[in-house]
Structure formats: structure tokens, C-alpha cells
T-cell receptor, first 113, second 114 residues
Framework: GNSVTQMEGPVTLSEEAFLTINCTYTATGYPSLFWYVQYPGEGLQLLLKATKADDKGSNKGFEATYRKETTSFHLEKGSVQVSDSAVYFCALSGGTSYGKLTFGQGTILTVHP | EPEVTQTPSHQVTQMGQEVILRCVPISNHLYFYWYRQILGQKVEFLVSFYNNEISEKSEIFDDQFSVERPDGSNFTLKIRSTKLEDSAMYFC????????????FGSGTQLSVL
């Protein structure tokens, strides 16, 4: 079956540091890949997505590239801000299962001034 | 931006009791979902719902669970006889018929079964 593995967390960075959160996946077929973010007290929000190999999703300075050869979708940001502190979830959906997302375990990011 | 609303934010119940978790999806959305996250574990898909019927359900979604859209605006998850292991954060989500993969999630209901 489908599965998503995220790097172990939590991650603590200083403001303006470079961020990488690793995500690898196992899936049959050609899944779409997502990063969702959850800010304190809020629901999960779609941060970015990629629907086919070599696509790059980007939003709010975050980027992730769909790498089929390494089955990865790592999240990066060149310069994090305190406001980026949140929980980040990598996820995939595959085939005809509309809205059935398979999530990674989530990575807590804390950014200090 | 429109949002999915879930009530209550916290619910405490005794084992064996029935609970109903409530959600108000975004008004023009047609697909509805429930997910849950047990503390320390991954967010897991429970069920999807479209056109007043279940589209897909996971193996977790057994006969103790049911979903309903009773009045065209609410979407509910009922657990008939709660168990300790049902303690989790339950997330409701909705999506449009097109761009269905962009799910909008509520902030969750933390269910504690004692």
C-alpha cells in the first residue's frame, strides 16, 4: 500500500536559516504529492503540491520537487521566519481515491528570532 | 478565505457512550471527509462522502462509525459505542468537485474517551 515517511523531528532553527524537511514515499502508480501545514490552533492547510514527476510546487517561499527516481518530495525554504513555526505534513494521493490522502507523521518546526 | 468549522473543539466521554462530532464544510463544496490523528501517530483517512453516500472508507471505519449530512450544511461523524482507542483528534475536510485534491481542513475535535 501507499506510505509516506518524513524526517524525524522536531526541527529548531534560527530566523533566516535554510530549511529542509525530508519526505519519501512508497506508492503504486503515479501519485500526486502535497505538503500541508498546520499552524497552532488551526486546521491543516495546503502549502504546495506537485502532480507529476519533475514538477516543482512552490508557495510562500517554500519549494518541493517531485523526484520519481528517488521517490522523494523534500520541502525547502531558503530563509525561514518565526511565522513559519508550525507542523508540516507530507502527503500523497493516488489513483481514483479522491481525497484519500496518506500522510507522513508530521514535522514540528520551531523558528527562533 | 472560507473555512471548515468543527464543533466542539474538545469532547470528553465515557467508554461505551455515543458521540457525534459536527462539521460545517465550505458551502459550495461537494466532497466531505473525516480523518483522525491518534496522539503521536499519523493522520489517517477514515471516510469520504459524496452525493449523500460514502465514496470510500478505511478499515478503521467499522460498524461503530457512521456519517451523515442531515441538513445540507452539517456533516457529522457518529461513534456509537466509544472505546478507549477512539481517543484522537478528528479532522473534517471538504473539497470542490473540481480540484478535488485541495482539501480544506477544520481545526479538529479532540475526543477523549475515559
Amino acid at each position: 500500500g501507499n506510505s509516506v515517511t518524513q524526517m524525524e523531528g522536531p526541527v529548531t532553527l534560527s530566523e533566516e536559516a535554510f530549511l529542509t524537511i525530508n519526505c519519501t514515499y512508497t506508492a503504486t502508480g503515479y501519485p500526486s504529492l502535497f505538503w500541508y501545514v498546520q499552524y497552532p490552533g488551526e486546521g491543516l492547510q495546503l502549502l504546495l503540491k506537485a502532480t507529476k514527476a519533475d514538477d516543482k510546487g512552490s508557495n510562500k517561499g517554500f519549494e518541493a520537487t517531485y523526484r520519481k527516481e528517488t521517490t522523494s518530495f523534500h520541502l525547502e525554504k531558503g530563509s525561514v521566519q518565526v511565522s513559519d513555526s508550525a507542523v508540516y505534513f507530507c502527503a500523497l494521493s493516488g489513483g481514483t481515491s479522491y481525497g484519500k490522502l496518506t500522510f507522513g507523521q508530521g514535522t514540528i518546526l520551531t523558528v527562533h528570532p | 478565505e472560507p473555512e471548515v468549522t468543527q464543533t466542539p473543539s474538545h469532547q470528553v466521554t465515557q467508554m461505551g457512550q455515543e458521540v457525534i462530532l459536527r462539521c460545517v464544510p465550505i458551502s459550495n463544496h461537494l466532497y466531505f471527509y473525516w480523518y483522525r490523528q491518534i496522539l503521536g501517530q499519523k493522520v489517517e483517512f477514515l471516510v469520504s462522502f459524496y452525493n449523500n453516500e460514502i465514496s470510500e472508507k478505511s478499515e478503521i471505519f467499522d460498524d461503530q462509525f457512521s456519517v451523515e449530512r442531515p441538513d445540507g450544511s452539517n456533516f457529522t461523524l457518529k461513534i456509537r459505542s466509544t472505546k478507549l482507542e477512539d481517543s484522537a483528534m478528528y479532522f473534517c475536510a471538504s473539497s470542490e468537485i473540481t480540484g478535488y485534491e485541495k482539501l480544506f481542513f477544520g481545526s479538529g475535535t479532540q475526543l477523549s474517551v475515559l
